[in-house]
């Protein structure tokens, strides 16, 4: 199939909390070669590494210093040409993460544009006079801090939409949009499978976000001329591979998404959208408690499904390394029984709508958030940015709710080890992990449930298998069938004359199912799959965070 990454599942790896081979607390590449026979098994056909390029450690990783050289701390280039050629054995594609919106500022690019005023890479960086003695313009970035900062050497400012020492490259540069795709071909013909691009589309900067004329600057997402460079970018480099892309893309409408991923744009295969996760922001953004209505859930995934049906493909995800576990944020960690359940009714839910699934590390164990006690328990350059705007210079939260709200939303809760045993070092590592591990590893973990077909795995590992045996779950065509339910979401998925109907209780109260009941009683009706034994249903209920999914002939 043409489209193979439409029937694929990807799973994610954060290389830094994967597996740690040579025992030094920080995961590596060695690591997760030995680890791919874990991941095959689940099912998953792709594998996205977060960045694995040598980097200036600010970011976690993405903020690269050398696009050419592997991260000392996760092993040499030998170690992946190994773990690429084991994946490929295990026929598990490489999907690497592409970080070129900025880079780090330890990058030679950087050293050398910043070194003068008439440096010969000067323009590869975006450099700007000062406004009245201060920066160009008030333009803030994505981690709590102004956009700009001052270096004293040329007396000018540099862009930087992420940490400062994340500077932002100047795409209007056709040298440096030539050095990405000469380096993106590199990694090409290594072998890798595809990319995963990091906020692609902040890479084209609007004439007033780079004015220095004191304004309030502007947002870079869906700039003027991103669609003429990613096309540039497809020319140059995807269309001479048989790969797989999905782009970064925050604050991205359903049209945006068929511009950059529709069946006939030449940009990319897929987006991921942000509009899922924003569903439970408030004033502050993702800095808050409050907790997601389903009807806005029902709301924005309605909206995706139908919009991009036969025009765009959706990619799906309830987690990443830049957002909370999906079962502390969207399920219930209450109990162990509604843990259980609820990650496996979210990941139904997810892995029966149109679109390719993205599982995270862990989420197939159903891993949860941490507990940070206080701001030495984290490591993410995200937070300690909010705690000092809101806590230290607006005062807005006291340190107690800024703690509350860390525990709840930071960037970290997905960032802590892959658990893989209950031992000490949770089977991740022998020494002192970079990061604490969750405490709760001596009952969530990959040894307890690899073999356990009712685990959260086993689950995972049976929904993955559905995907590849009815092509219904790929083509089917999306309906939402209770709009205003806050407690249930009901949609089916219909092609050649087949109904699939996914039942999901997003409570933690039983719920009647009688509006799906009737529609399985006119059918020939299979369950294909579902959380609670079958046998003890009664037909027109759902249990607390009960999953089902039919087929109607
Ligand atoms: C993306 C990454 C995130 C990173 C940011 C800057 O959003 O997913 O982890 O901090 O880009 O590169
Ligand atoms: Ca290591």
Not at 66 to 72: H, K, L, M, T, V
Not at 149 to 163: C, I, R, S
Not at 231 to 252: A, H, Q, S
Not at 438 to 458: C, E, W
Request: aromatic share 12%.
């Amino acid at each position: 199939m043409a489209d193979w990454w439409k029937k694929s599942v990807v799973y994610q790896v954060y290389p830094r909390s994967f597996m740690d081979a040579n025992g030094d607390g920080v995961g590596d590449l060695k690591g997760i070669t030995q680890k791919l026979p874990y991941i095959r098994d689940l099912g998953a056909d792709v594998v996205w590494l977060s960045p694995i390029n040598q980097s200036g450690g600010v970011d976690a990783g993405y903020d690269i210093s050398d696009y050419y050289q592997i991260e000392p701390e996760f092993g040499t280039m030998a170690d992946f040409n190994e773990l690429l050629q084991r994946a490929h054995e295990l026929g598990l594609k490489i999907v690497m993460d592409l970080v070129v919106n900025h880079t780090s500022d330890k990058h030679p690019w950087f050293q050398e544009s910043r070194s003068s005023r008439h440096s010969a890479k000067r323009d590869y960086y975006i450099w700007r006079n000062g406004f009245q003695g201060s920066a160009p313009n008030r333009m803030m970035g994505y981690f709590c801090e102004p956009a700009w900062e001052y270096d004293a050497k040329t007396d000018q400012y540099y862009m930087h939409l992420f940490a400062i020492g994340q500077p932002d490259l100047n795409w209007e540069n056709e040298a440096v949009r030539r050095e990405v795709y000469a380096m993106m071909n590199f990694w090409f013909m290594k072998g890798i499978d595809g990319f995963r691009l990091d906020v692609i589309n902040a890479i084209s900067k609007p004439p007033a976000a780079v004015a220095s004329d004191g304004g309030k600057g502007a947002n870079c997402e869906n700039g003027p001329r991103v669609h003429e460079y990613l096309r540039e970018m497809n020319r140059e480099t995807f269309l001479k591979y048989d790969c797989i892309t999905v782009g970064e893309t925050p604050g991205v409408s359903v049209g945006d998404a068929i511009r950059y991923a529709g069946v006939c744009s030449n940009e990319l295969n897929m987006i991921f959208q942000f509009e899922l996760m924003d569903v439970d922001q408030d004033i502050y953004g993702k800095w808050t408690s409050k907790r997601y209505d389903l009807r806005d859930v029902k709301r924005v995934v309605t909206r995706w499904q139908e919009g991009l049906y036969g025009k765009a493909w959706n990619s799906q995800y309830l987690g990443n390394h830049d957002q909370p576990r999906c079962v502390s944020r969207f399920g219930d960690t209450s109990t162990p029984e509604y843990r259980e359940k609820s990650a496996k009714m979210l990941a139904t839910f997810l892995h029966m709508l149109q679109g390719t699934p993205y599982i995270y590390q862990g989420d197939e164990l159903g891993m949860t958030n941490t507990v940070f006690k206080d701001m030495s328990d984290v490591r993410d350059v995200e937070a300690f940015n909010a705690y000092r705007l809101y806590v230290e210079q607006r005062k807005v939260f006291t340190h107690n709710e800024m703690m509350r709200f860390i525990n709840l939303r930071g960037r970290d809760n997905a960032r802590t080890p892959m658990q893989w045993s209950g031992e000490t070092g949770a089977g991740f590592t022998r020494a002192e992990p970079w990061i604490g591990i969750n405490p709760n590893h001596t009952q969530i973990n990959a040894k307890a449930q690899v073999n356990d077909p009712n685990s959260v795995y086993g689950y995972y590992k049976r929904l993955i298998r559905l995907r590849r045996e009815y092509d219904i779950i790929t083509n089917g065509e999306y309906k939402l069938i209770d709009k205003d339910n806050p407690c249930v979401y009901t949609y089916t998925r219909v092609a050649c004359g087949e109904t699939l109907l996914v039942l999901c209780n997003f409570s933690a109260v039983a719920q009647s199912a009688a509006h799906a009941e009737a529609l399985v009683k006119l059918r020939r009706a299979t369950r294909l799959i579902g959380n609670y034994p079958p046998e003890t249903a009664a037909a027109d209920i759902l249990r607390p965070y009960e999953a089902r999914v039919y087929l109607l002939e």
